[in-house]
């Protein structure tokens, strides 16, 4: 290894010579005697022996001989000294392999060149064993890897839909669930979250997608909540509201009496009754509660967890802050907005990225 570094600072400098040796040359040689001089010079030699021989007449020689003097005068005034010509060579080549060999002894000084190399497996093992240390990156890179140890199991994908989710990435998440349902078709707690998934991309439209994506869910397990609502959201929206209605009245009566979300399915009821439209605030509607939801919450929470004991991670608060907004849960997401901004306020950067990750879910 050291062998290897060496010979690699001397291509370095060696290379470094070479260009800066070629460019001192090409710069003494452009304040050589430019070669149109010689040219007019004999233009104007030539001129007096036509003339002499009686060829030209004394109008035209004096004619043609004051523009080929006028020209050799141009030339002569365009000729420029060299820049480095009074540069010596060996500074030149001094120069060149000092940055090579500055970087050589700067890396002996303070690198690990005996350090034994890490690879990939022994890295991905530190990260399955303490994930909430590291960020998206590793923990997507740790998911990616059970999933391809695993084959047969969604599992890992639904997870890895879940940190996609809950970062920001609503494509990513929907390429994970994908990729999830290859591997079990049909799962209904695979397609209600890929649907309302689709939704958020949507910007609260069940378009063609979606809906194809709840009437499988539907298909697969008649009494989905998730699958029950939107489709009947949809026909409320295109106008049939009595029997989107009727639907959304039954999936009430479903519901547990102690469930958070008969609460908002109530108020979007009557929210029809009275207007013939669902209510704004009714576009995640109880899908919220879906398992995916509930994945994203606990790896949210881990998140926070690991902040408030290791605090200083700037790029912690800024995925925490937009975790928050994609759960939609503003008074976590302005506490923890609140105390990043009193963490980094000297840092414009960080504060940046924080507005960013603001700006990125609203």
């Known amino acids: 290894m050291f062998m290897f570094w060496i010979a690699a600072a001397l291509l370095a400098g060696g290379a470094g010579g070479g260009v800066l040796h070629r460019a001192r040359r090409a710069t003494v040689t452009q304040g050589a005697r430019d070669p149109a001089i010689g040219v007019y010079r004999r233009a104007l030699a030539e001129i007096d022996d ?26 002569a005034d365009q000729t420029q000294e060299p820049i480095i010509r ?23 000084a303070v ?3 005996g350090a034994p190399d890490q690879p990939f497996a022994l890295r991905l093992a530190a990260w399955r064993g303490a994930p909430e240390r590291y960020a998206a990156p590793e923990l997507a890179a740790v998911l990616r890897s059970l999933a391809s140890q695993r084959p047969a199991d969604p599992e890992p994908w639904r997870r890895l839909a879940a940190l996609d989710l809950s970062l920001g990435d609503p494509d990513g998440a929907a390429h994970a669930l994908r990729k999830a349902l290859v591997i079990a078709p049909g799962r209904p707690e695979l397609l209600e979250p890929l649907g309302e998934i689709l939704v958020l991309k949507a910007r609260g439209k069940v378009d063609a997608d979606a809906q194809a994506v709840f009437r ?47 609460s908002l399915l109530a108020r979007d009821i009557k929210a029809v009754e009275r207007t013939g439209r669902p209510a704004p605030e009714a576009e995640v509607g109880p899908g919220q509660a879906s398992e995916l939801s509930g994945a994203i919450q606990a ?32 008074a976590k997401r302005d506490a923890a907005l609140a105390r990043a901004r009193r963490l980094y306020g000297g840092r414009p950067g960080v504060l940046g990225d924080l507005n960013a990750a603001l700006r990125s879910t609203r």
């Open 50 to 75: 036509l003339a002499q021989q009686g060829l030209i007449g004394g109008e035209e020689r004096r004619a043609t001989h004051a523009e080929a003097a006028r020209r050799l005068l141009s030339a």
């Open 86 to 108: 009074t540069l010596p060579h060996g500074p030149l080549m001094a120069a060149a392999a000092a940055g090579p060999m500055a970087a050589l002894i700067l890396y002996f």
């Open 111 to 113: 690198g690990s060149p």
């Open 216 to 262: 499988q869910a539907l298909r697969s397990d008649p009494q989905s909540l998730v699958a029950r609502y939107e489709l009947a959201r949809v026909q409320i929206e295109e106008g049939d509201a009595a029997e989107g209605l009727a639907r959304w009245r039954s999936l009430l009566g479903d519901l547990p009496s102690d469930d958070l979300r008969r």
């Open 299 to 330: 790896m949210v929470d881990g998140l926070a967890a690991r902040l408030r004991a290791h605090p200083d991670d700037p790029q912690g608060w800024v995925r925490l802050v937009r975790a928050y907004s994609v759960l939609g849960e503003s």
